[in-house]
């Protein structure tokens, strides 16, 4: 039996570099350790996360965006709960990642200061192997969703306004397929976008609000400017009967306004008496940690919090709205 493990193991590899050879201009190395690369299993040594993006559930597996920490960590218990010790470390060469998102087979990783994306799949014995490294994916890419409508990836460029769209090809490789440019972003802070049905909502620090395109033609349908306080926006996500939004700072970058706000529209988000401060419900503390992105799965909504505050360390959620719009808080993640 083992000897067979083995033999499907290499003929993975195999594969894997094949199809990585066959495409050298998609698929060069850039700075981590090269396709075909088998990540062996390591537990979390620090205790603690640093500076950390996102929560997500992705195939059963959760995963925290560690990004101060350079790396991507997991657990595959059905208790996201355990200490950090208890989980293990996808990839760990990695400069400031934001996000990850799968297809089921394929895991996509925004190597945000190497520009570059980065692709993994898992072999039948649980370890990870990397597959693909694309470089130069514009201006440090922040944030990645995979979109089952059109069975594409959409990567984001945080600063030269561009969507980088790829597709799976039969195997575990990903070809480019598109870029698609948003003119009146181009130089402005973008953190994040969130597909939300024919339409793609960005949230924009650097042009102060929330920029509508669509999901199609990406010309921009609708903008709503949101006040100073909230300005540091991060990510808009519609969760049952309303819009949240994290904001990490107010537009000057102050934290003390870090916060999570929600609407019944976007354009709520254009006066303070039309929107909610939901921060404490979904337990975070304004201004001592800081939210980042909210992410969705299976129904739920997965929100992360960095703390920046002295003594607060950083925590996530996931959680979701009740058939009257309350919030419902499911669990939580250190």
């Not at 199809?19 to 088998?38: D, F, H, K, S």
């Not at 470089?135 to 984001?156: I, K, L, M, N, Q």
């Not at 030269?160 to 598109?178: A, H, Q």
């Not at 950083?314 to 499911?330: Q, R």
């Amino acid at each position: 039996m083992m000897a067979k493990a083995i033999k499907k193991i290499l003929a993975l590899l195999l594969a894997v570099m094949t199809a990585v050879t066959a495409m050298p201009i998609q698929a060069q190395a850039a700075p981590g350790r090269g396709a075909g690369y088998v990540i062996p299993f390591e537990y979390v040594s620090e205790p603690q996360t640093y500076v950390s993006s996102q929560n997500v559930l992705l195939n059963g597996i959760y995963f925290t965006v560690d990004t101060y920490n350079d790396r991507i960590i997991y657990n595959d218990t059905p208790d996201p709960t355990l200490g950090i010790l208890s989980w293990k470390v996808m990839a760990d060469d990695l400069n400031k990642p934001h996000s990850i998102c799968s297809d089921g087979l394929i895991y996509l990783v925004t190597d945000t200061d190497n520009n570059r994306v980065v692709t993994y799949a898992r072999l039948f014995t649980g370890e990870f192997v990397e597959v693909q490294s694309f470089e130069s994916v514009g201006v440090r890419p922040h944030y990645c969703v995979y979109d089952a409508a059109t069975s594409s990836f959409y990567v984001w460029s945080s600063y030269t306004g561009e969507m980088y769209i790829y597709k799976r090809n039969k195997d575990f490789t990903i070809r480019l397929v598109s870029v698609k440019k948003i003119d009146a972003l181009r130089g402005l802070y973008t953190r994040s976008f969130t597909i939300d049905g024919n339409k793609i909502l960005l949230c924009s620090q650097g042009a102060g609000g929330i920029i509508v395109v669509d999901k199609r033609t990406f010309r921009i349908t609708a903008a709503y400017p949101v006040p100073d306080e909230i300005g540091g926006v991060v990510q808009v996500s519609h969760v049952g009967a309303h819009y949240y939004l994290t904001t990490s700072s107010d537009r000057y970058g102050n934290m003390n306004s870090a916060k999570v706000v929600r609407s019944d529209s976007l354009a709520g988000f254009m006066f303070p008496s039309y929107y909610t401060d939901v921060t404490a419900e979904l337990g975070g503390s304004t201004g001592l940690l800081v939210p980042y992105y909210i992410t969705e799965a299976y129904g739920m909504y997965f929100v992360r919090f960095i703390g920046m505050g002295a003594g607060q360390h950083d925590c996530g959620c996931w959680f979701n709205e009740d058939i009257f719009g309350n919030i419902v808080v499911y669990g939580t993640i250190s």
